[in-house]
């Protein structure tokens, strides 16, 4: 599946932010993600407000000094790894 | 010295042994809890604070039924207050819409609704009570509300022909996340395994089933799933360790390594109306018994192998050589790895289970409700 820049990725039902000894984590059934510099940057904008473009867009920005299309790339593969984890939609 | 435990990332908490189930193969221990040596709220919400203390983020709330605690709500909400992950695995009985909302709005992250079947007869048969037709129901109610629902279906001998109809259930509800758990034989499925465990060629084909199923609902379903270790080659990492990642408290306080744990003689277990969790964590005789690798006989002593799997399982290690510190003699490489052949030899051929009706229900051992 390609993911349309348009949609807005939003934690499913089930899964949400939490704090685990001073770190973000990404709590799931079973499991949990530690989240670490770009990942948290990623997954603190899955509000089902923010499109994929938007937040491809914010993290160029905020990692300058890497390649735009490289940081889409990364951007795009961590989205659809959490998608098919069923920790995230696409609406 | 056993080297100082990491901290646990699980608590399962055993609220209550009640259940209006009877399934046959219920992990629960031989000896049942009573309603009146349960722990109170209180004491719950303080071991849930403790339990976040030391690095606990995910919180099971299980029993018996854990819809049979009044006070469910609350404990979620304590739960939730000190910062866990709260997961209910429950039966979905007794339970409607008002109290479903209730504990949704206490904070319930995600709801495990446990299946022991895809046909009324046969799911209502194991579980020795009409069950099935409720499942569905709370089914139906949890389309229309946000939180995680995982389905879990329990697997045997007697239901592995009902794999597409099981995920039938599942496509057709709102769940992301469907667990096809072979039975562990330990409690009363060891009681009951010879009329539960499946043979090989069931196995093989049910693996099967769950890579297409995998495949084919990947973005939509994220299927998982637990194969019975008699037929493995290597035991699994039982727990992820010996008093590594995860605590079990019984409905009376007892802080147990695993769910099984009772069936080895002479360990004593510590109890959180006594000492604090972090205590019994990190010092008790209990989980510092099978800790690091300084317990272990050959061939785990001198295996490549001992970081990966722990040596197995304790508890089955014990029901099935009488001693627990042996290697798990599900493993190939164990000395007594012939006691578990046995068993499978003696399992009736593929053939002969399918076309059986299943069995009259006389045969099983049916777990008791507690007082």
Known sequence: MSLDPHSRPQLAPGCRLGENQGQK?????????????????????????????????????????????????DILGYLQLLHDQRALDFI | MPPTPPNPLALIAELTHRCPLHCVYCSNP????????ELSTEIWSRVFREAAELGVMQLDLTGGEPLARPD???????????????????????????????????????????????????????????AHAQKLRVLDWLRTRRVGVTLNFVLHRNNLDQLEEMLSIAEGSSTSRVEFAHVQYYGWAFANREQLLPTREQL??????????????????????????????????????????????????????????????????????????????????????????????????????????????????????????????????????????????AIPSASATTIQPSSPASLWLYRPNPA
Request: aromatic share 6%; hydrophobic share 40%; with cysteine.
């Open chain 1, 25 to 73: 984590v990404l709590l799931m059934p079973e499991r949990a993600l530690r989240l670490i510099g770009p990942s948290l940057e990623i997954v603190t904008r899955c509000d089902g407000k923010n499109s994929i473009a938007k937040i491809v867009a914010e993290l160029q920005k905020l990692y300058s000094k890497a390649q735009p299309k490289k940081v889409e790339e």
């Open chain 2, 72 to 130: 469910l709500a609350a404990l979620i909400e304590s739960a939730r207050a000190a910062n866990l992950y709260v997961n209910l695995i429950t039966s979905g009985l007794p339970l409607d819409e008002a109290r479903l909302d209730e504990l949704i709005a206490a904070g319930l992250d995600h709801f495990q609704l446990s299946f022991q079947g895809s046909r009324e007869s046969s799911a209502n048969e194991v579980s020795g009570t009409k």
């Open chain 2, 204 to 345: 093989m084909r049910s693996i099967d089933f769950f890579k297409c199923a995998e495949e084919r609902l990947r973005g939509k379903i994220r299927i998982e799933y637990v194969v019975p270790d008699y037929h493995a080659k290597y035991p699994k990492p039982c727990m992820g360790g010996w008093g590594r990642q995860a605590v079990l408290i019984t409905p009376r306080g007892e802080a147990m390594p695993c769910h099984a744990a009772s069936v080895i003689p002479n360990l004593s277990f510590e109890n959180v109306t006594e000492k604090s969790l972090q205590e019994i964590w990190g010092s008790s005789e209990a989980f510092q018994k099978f800790r690091g690798e300084d317990w272990m006989q050959e061939p785990c002593k001198s295996c490549d192998r001992r970081s990966q799997d722990f040596g197995g399982c304790r508890c089955q290690a014990m029901l099935l050589t009488g001693n627990a510190a042996a290697t798990d003699p599900v493993c190939s490489l164990s000395p007594q790895r012939t006691r578990v052949d046995a068993i499978i030899a």
């Open chain 2, 30 to 37: 031989a000896e049942l809890v009573n309603r009146t040596q």
